[in-house]
């Protein structure tokens, strides 16, 4: 785990935290940030396991390089 968060990643947080999904959320700016959160575990060839403190969740790949909200 990396402590250090970047600008970048502080912004995301603040909005994720708020509920707020930015419009267009890169793959590896999610995996970037929780990296310097917690823990990612691969978990078979799609997904993953994002854990921070004691929260694990398991997460796909999108098929694209972003998440879009819906």
Do not use: C, Y
């Not at 402590?3 to 999610?30: C, F, M």
């Not at 799609?46 to 929260?55: L, M, N, P, R, Y």
Request: negative net charge.
């Amino acid at each position: 785990m990396n402590t250090h968060i970047d600008h970048r990643h502080d912004l995301l947080l603040e909005r994720l935290l708020a509920g707020s999904l930015p419009r267009s959320v890169h793959w590896s700016d999610v995996v970037e940030l929780i990296g310097k959160l917690g823990e990612i575990e691969p978990h078979g060839s799609t997904e993953s396991a994002f854990i921070v403190g004691s929260q694990r969740a398991f997460f796909k790949r999108p098929s694209t390089h972003s998440f879009e909200e819906r």
